[in-house]
């Protein structure tokens, strides 16, 4: 499974590469990947401007201003671009055509990645229900309640850690 900082690399990318980005159109070769309804992602996402890149833990965030679609690896998930004709792959399974003549697919060979499209509003509520830990990050992340919950557990460090 792709480690966080992994998941970042792949962010900065898809940030370079799609970034004010218009989807004209979305094609889904394996329905069970949409976590959220399937219908409404294949018909919300066209005509959706990619506004920023973001990342929650190991989950992408497209966000397109009133929706995001949340996107996870998994195990081996990741996604290329393609500039002309779209080779034939059977391990490609998501394709989004993009306003430059861009297709951006999703490729997964275990067909584990999934993919939910939410109202912004429910973004917050979507990972509070994953129970993700704080961001690696100086404002994010407090030391100190880190060590209080350490010393209160009887878990070995690696699974209290995962």
Avoid: C, W
């Avoid at 949409?34 to 294949?42: G, H």
């Avoid at 996107?71 to 993009?98: A, I, W």
């Avoid at 490729?107 to 509070?128: C, H, I, P, W």
Wanted: glycine fraction near 6%.
């Amino acid at each position: 499974m792709p480690e966080l900082p992994e998941v970042e690399t792949v962010r900065r990318g898809l940030e370079r590469l799609v970034l004010g980005r218009t989807i004209l159109s979305v094609e889904v070769k394996v329905p069970k990947m949409v976590k959220t309804s399937y219908q409404s992602f294949l018909n919300e996402l066209p005509g959706q401007r990619i506004q920023a890149m973001r990342r929650r833990g190991k989950y992408l965030i497209f966000d397109f201003g009133q929706l995001i679609m949340i996107s996870h690896l998994r195990m081996e998930g990741k996604y290329l671009l393609f500039t002309d004709q779209v080779p034939t792959n059977k391990h490609f399974h998501l394709f989004f055509k993009l306003d430059d003549g861009f297709t951006l697919v999703y490729q997964d060979v275990r067909k584990f990645g999934t993919f939910d499209l939410l109202s912004k509003n429910q973004e917050e509520a979507y990972f509070t229900k994953k129970k993700l830990g704080p961001e690696p990050t100086k404002k994010a992340f407090k030391y100190a309640s880190f060590e209080r919950a350490l010393m209160r557990s009887d878990k070995p460090i690696k699974p209290l850690l995962l």
